[in-house]
């Protein structure tokens, strides 16, 4: 006679989330993009108004995801480097140099004075040589990532400012304009460009040994060299994929502005791109990555900054936002810290 009334009342309680999706890796990052926009809406008038002119989309979300466009680049670099356990603090100077070379090629008139094609052929080399320097003094001189990386992010945006004599060069040259601030089906074209690059290091991580390989070396370098992988050749393959990725940022970067300014361009991106990374759930011990995580890590990033402009807070206060951000994923990635959590809530 008690089976019924109890049957009744389970089926009035909400069924309970899968024990799976509760531990998604990537449920932490959508819940604090949730809790971003949320605010954006009840703070922000008109915050999710899409509005169509001269066939193109406008609106608060397009300019969020428009202008995080060469963030997620860098996070997707950034990603792989870190799943070696590595770390590439030069990124921000990689985008400046990049885009120094396709504007001083480009030059200042109507009339580009190298091919635009060329002039961005040549932009992306020097970004993979510098990634390719990087690679070399980590996997065959043995440096310290952050170490190596650290004289590129010197040198590098030092040479930036020495081909421009530290001044900004502006470029006039409309063909230029499209990579940065081009629209595609009405969308910003930037987007149809991180897309593309996303969907092609996606398939090779999934569809190719790659992407198992680069775990087994963030895991342990020394077990996947005894197992026969070329540990140091992955090692400069994602060095010279994450300036790879940096170098089409700043030429991004570059094309918005319509002009390369050495002194300024990518300015502390690097910290951002390993803030996005840890945010979208990669480890920072190497082994475990998300590019899908490591893109919405670029996201809350942005919108986070959308949010403190909008709201009038100063721009200061987002340093220190970041600041506290970065601590939480620290703590949140220590295990000595999840321990100690889990004893004060058994206790």
């Given at each position: 006679?008690?089976?019924?009334?109890?049957?009744?009342?389970?089926k009035?309680?909400?069924?309970p989330?899968?024990?799976?999706?509760?531990?998604?890796?990537?449920?932490r990052?959508?819940?604090?993009l949730?809790?971003l926009?949320l605010?954006?809406l009840?703070?922000?008038?008109?915050f999710f108004?899409?509005s169509i002119k001269?066939?193109?989309l406008y609106?608060?979300l397009?300019?969020?995801?428009?202008r995080a466009?060469p963030?997620?680049?860098?996070a997707?670099?950034?990603?792989?480097?870190i799943?070696?356990r590595?770390?590439?603090i030069?990124?921000?100077a990689?985008?400046a140099?990049?885009?120094?070379?396709?504007?001083?090629l480009i030059?200042?008139a109507?009339q580009?004075?190298?091919?635009?094609?060329?002039?961005?052929?040549a932009?992306?080399?020097?970004?993979?040589?510098?990634?390719?320097w990087?690679?070399?003094?980590?996997?065959?001189?043995?440096?310290?990532?952050i170490?190596?990386?650290l004289i590129?992010?010197?040198?590098?945006?030092?040479?930036?400012?020495?081909?421009?004599?530290?001044?900004?060069v502006?470029?006039y040259?409309e063909?230029?304009?499209?990579?940065?601030?081009?629209?595609?089906?009405?969308?910003?074209?930037s987007?149809t460009?991180?897309?593309v690059v996303f969907?092609?290091?996606?398939?090779?991580?999934?569809k190719?040994?790659?992407?198992?390989?680069i775990q087994a070396?963030g895991?342990?370098?020394?077990a996947?060299?005894?197992a026969?992988l070329?540990?140091?050749?992955?090692?400069?393959?994602v060095?010279?994929?994450?300036?790879?990725c940096?170098?089409?940022?700043g030429?991004?970067?570059?094309s918005?502005i319509?002009?390369?300014?050495?002194?300024?361009?990518?300015?502390?991106?690097?910290l951002?791109a390993?803030?996005a990374?840890?945010?979208?759930?990669?480890?920072?011990?190497g082994?475990?990555f998300?590019?899908?995580?490591?893109?919405i890590?670029a996201?809350?990033?942005?919108?986070?900054?959308?949010?403190?402009?909008a709201?009038?807070v100063?721009p200061?206060?987002?340093?220190?936002?970041k600041?506290?951000?970065v601590?939480?994923?620290c703590l949140?990635?220590?295990?000595?810290?999840?321990?100690?959590?889990?004893?004060?809530?058994?206790a």
């Amino acid at each position: 006679m008690t089976a019924a009334p109890a049957q009744a009342a389970s089926k009035d309680k909400p069924a309970p989330a899968p024990a799976w999706l509760l531990r998604h890796p990537l449920l932490r990052p959508l819940a604090a993009l949730a809790v971003l926009l949320l605010i954006d809406l009840l703070a922000i008038p008109g915050f999710f108004h899409l509005s169509i002119k001269d066939g193109h989309l406008y609106g608060s979300l397009v300019d969020i995801v428009n202008r995080a466009a060469p963030l997620m680049l860098a996070a997707l670099g950034m990603t792989l480097v870190i799943a070696t356990r590595g770390i590439d603090i030069s990124v921000g100077a990689v985008v400046a140099l990049s885009g120094t070379v396709a504007a001083m090629l480009i030059g200042g008139a109507a009339q580009a004075q190298t091919p635009l094609g060329w002039a961005m052929a040549a932009a992306m080399g020097a970004a993979l040589l510098c990634g390719l320097w990087n690679g070399v003094l980590v996997a065959s001189l043995g440096l310290q990532p952050i170490v190596a990386t650290l004289i590129l992010m010197v040198a590098g945006r030092g040479l930036a400012q020495l081909l421009t004599d530290g001044q900004i060069v502006t470029v006039y040259h409309e063909p230029f304009f499209f990579l940065g601030g081009g629209h595609v089906a009405g969308l910003p074209f930037s987007l149809t460009v991180v897309a593309v690059v996303f969907a092609v290091i996606a398939l090779m991580m999934r569809k190719t040994a790659l992407g198992l390989f680069i775990q087994a070396v963030g895991i342990n370098p020394v077990a996947a060299r005894l197992a026969g992988l070329k540990t140091a050749s992955l090692i400069v393959f994602v060095y010279v994929f994450c300036a790879a990725c940096a170098g089409l940022a700043g030429l991004m970067i570059s094309s918005n502005i319509k002009s390369a300014d050495a002194n300024n361009a990518g300015l502390l991106l690097e910290l951002d791109a390993i803030l996005a990374v840890t945010l979208g759930g990669t480890s920072l011990a190497g082994g475990k990555f998300s590019l899908v995580g490591s893109v919405i890590g670029a996201l809350i990033i942005q919108t986070l900054t959308y949010t403190i402009y909008a709201l009038g807070v100063p721009p200061e206060v987002n340093m220190v936002v970041k600041s506290v951000v970065v601590f939480l994923v620290c703590l949140s990635q220590s295990a000595q810290f999840k321990h100690l959590f889990s004893r004060a809530r058994s206790a």
